[in-house]
């Protein structure tokens, strides 16, 4: 077992890989919280927590919710809205919860618009602008997701969390693999289950450079 840990930075300007320092994806039923591979309902509570915990708790939509490219992609996000209109309903004065979308992955250029999206290519923009301490991605195409992950990881200190519908991101703090429409009901049921019961933090991320 790898001795690496995937925690909040921010780590270094080039934070590696974390695969390359032998973090490994769980299989089916399991999930991974700071690269140590758990159960998955270990995984929700944790989620949950960390949710409940963060000043600006935010959800990153990708594109394969955004667009209702399929009877499938348009069910998880009307479950997604639900898990967001859940954390609003839980969280403590003080707390604002987010939902900002990731609509593409073009680079934008000279510059992004961090009130209403976040990019791949330079999430710490959107994290950083909006003082986001907990985040959490889904839908977003596996590589994509990595890249954004890695930058987070090495200039913020923001949370990360990741729902994939494939294998699980390695690159978050804490991953969820085979994502469907029950598991994010499910982290929403927890998020409601743990309302009153999680002490929020109620100050802003650190970050890698001056906000």
């Known amino acids: 077992m790898s001795d690496y840990r995937v925690l909040p930075g921010p780590e270094h300007f080039l934070p590696p890989a974390a695969a390359s320092m032998g973090i490994r994806l769980p ?7 700071n690269g140590v591979i758990a159960s998955e309902e270990k995984a929700y509570e944790e989620a949950a927590k960390q949710f409940l915990m963060a000043k600006v708790p935010t959800i990153f939509p990708g594109p394969l919710v955004l667009w209702a490219w399929n009877e499938k992609a348009a069910k998880k996000a009307t479950a997604v809205r639900h898990l ?3 954390l609003k309903e839980c969280v403590q004065p003080g707390q604002s919860p987010m939902l900002i979308p990731m609509p593409d992955y ?3 250029y000279p510059k992004i618009d961090p009130e209403i ?3 791949p290519n330079h999430p710490n923009l959107t994290i950083w602008h909006n003082k986001i301490d907990c985040c959490m991605f889904i839908g977003v195409h596996c590589h994509q997701a990595n890249l954004s992950l890695k930058i987070i ?6 949370y990360t969390i990741a729902m994939c519908a494939q294998a699980g991101h390695e690159d978050a703090m804490l991953s969820f693999r085979d994502a469907s429409v029950e598991k994010i009901m499910k982290l929403a049921d927890w998020v409601r289950k743990l309302k009153g019961t999680v002490q929020p933090r109620l100050t802003s991320a650190k970050s890698g450079a001056s906000n």
């Not at 990881?153 to 923001?158: L, V």
């Open 84 to 86: 967001y209109n859940t």
């Open 117 to 119: 999206e976040i990019n």
């Open 27 to 33: 299989n089916p039923g399991e999930a991974h919280i």
């Open 153 to 158: 990881r090495g200039g913020t200190s923001c």
């Open 106 to 108: 073009r680079p934008k």
